[in-house]
């Protein structure tokens, strides 16, 4: 929704001030898909609302739900770039993952929206639209949003005002009410936006995507290793630490023999116990099947991997995937021809 211009509606009719409030509750508590839901309004001040400012900018275009409850919502932005979404559901309690891009800038190898290109950068009110969309179809089953990643298409800390913007939001007592420690924030290792948060007073979760241990693999894997190498990143993660006393989340994702040695597991920990002494908290992620020619690595060496890290006291666990059965786990969100979406934009714009 465009916030300026459903204030200037309410300018326009003279409406008085608490209307703001209740406009805020009809969307952040009752989660309206259409200003015609928000009952506390007049009509005509609705009607003028949809009109100018509509609640959603997003078109759903798609969806899906995986055997295990998964649901993951394909939207299409008002220019045509596409968005996904997943609602991932446990009892009443459920996490959304969020994109923060349409299309992801970085490339890495193992990630299917790395394949699909840039398309770009999602705005505040895109962002915080998905979360709504998540809380009405989790409200659908009795439940409610606990958790949000910021973990699926994009590089968030690659458009950090918006998303900064959105847990302010999404975190507000009087509106939605998420607790920021509630909300992950997920990088491939941008440092530049790990230095913003170093000094954001919000108490956000940061999530680090290693995959490897040494330069060699890591840039192999995740060419922005090349810009911001593994000993510059492990800094940024002390200052980080150091400013907000706050644990750095580690994922690490196990790649059949390319990063799931004993001797890398080894290198793992060694690099977790100089650079984030007792504040690294490693999530190791199974490789969910994309284009790329990597397997996942098979349990035998995923426990001992595992075992390796036991015995150095690194906190550990194994995150299991979740809707990989429509595509929608981790590194498979993918839609094709966001190179066609935005050469049709380019031509919209160019002067006749
Ligand atoms: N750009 C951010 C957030 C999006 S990716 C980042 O890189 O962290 C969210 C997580 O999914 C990252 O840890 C990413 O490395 C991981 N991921 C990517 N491809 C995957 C795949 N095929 N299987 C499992 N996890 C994958």
Redesign the pocket.
């Known amino acids: 929704m465009d916030l300026d211009a459903a204030l200037a509606v309410l300018a326009d009719h003279k409406a008085p001030a608490y209307r703001v409030e209740q406009m805020r509750q009809a969307i952040t508590r009752e989660y309206i898909a259409s200003w015609d839901e928000a009952l506390t309004l007049p009509k005509d001040l609705r009607a003028a609302l949809e009109e100018a400012a509509p609640v959603r900018e997003l078109r759903e275009d798609d969806l899906q739900q995986s055997q295990d409850g998964t649901i993951k919502a394909r939207f299409t932005t008002h220019d045509g770039y596409p968005v996904e979404t997943v609602l991932m559901r446990h009892g009443d309690r459920h996490a959304v993952?969020l994109s923060?891009q349409s299309g992801?800038a970085?490339a890495?190898t193992?990630?299917?929206?790395?394949t699909m290109g840039f398309g770009r950068s999602l705005t505040t009110g895109e962002i915080f639209e998905q979360l709504i969309w998540a809380a009405r179809t989790a409200r659908q089953h009795g439940a409610r949003i606990r958790n949000v990643?910021?973990?699926?298409?994009?590089?968030?800390?690659q458009n950090l005002d918006s998303v900064l913007h959105f847990c302010h939001l999404a975190n507000d007592p009087g509106g939605f009410g998420l607790g920021a420690r509630s909300i992950a924030i997920?990088?491939?290792?941008w440092i530049p936006g790990i230095d913003r948060l170093a000094k954001e007073p919000m108490q956000l979760r940061l999530?680090?995507?290693l995959?490897a241990p040494d330069d060699v693999l890591r840039s192999r894997l995740?060419p922005i290793n090349r810009r911001y190498p593994i000993a510059e990143l492990m800094a940024s993660l002390q200052r980080y630490r150091k400013a907000t006393k706050r644990r750095v989340y580690v994922?690490y994702?196990l790649l059949n023999e390319v990063n799931d040695r004993v001797e890398q597991a080894e290198r793992l920990a060694d690099l977790l116990h100089s650079s984030l002494p007792g504040g690294s908290h490693v999530?190791l992620?199974?490789?969910?099947?994309?284009t790329?020619d990597?397997t996942?690595s098979p349990p035998e060496r995923v426990n001992r991997f595992r075992a390796v890290l036991d015995k150095r006291h690194i906190p550990q666990s194994l995150r299991r995937?979740k809707g990989v059965d429509i595509d929608a786990?981790?590194?498979?969100l993918a839609v094709r021809g966001v190179g066609e979406v935005r050469q049709a934009a380019r031509a919209q714009t160019r002067p006749a």
């Not at 997920?186 to 290792?189: E, M, N, Q, V």
């Not at 992620?285 to 994309?290: C, M, V």
């Open positions: 993952c923060s992801c970085l890495c193992f990630c299917a929206t790395g990643v910021m973990m699926g298409m994009g590089e968030p800390l997920s990088t491939a290792g999530a680090i995507s995959h995740m994922e994702l999530n992620i199974w490789y969910n099947p994309t790329s990597m996942a995937s786990a981790c590194g498979q």
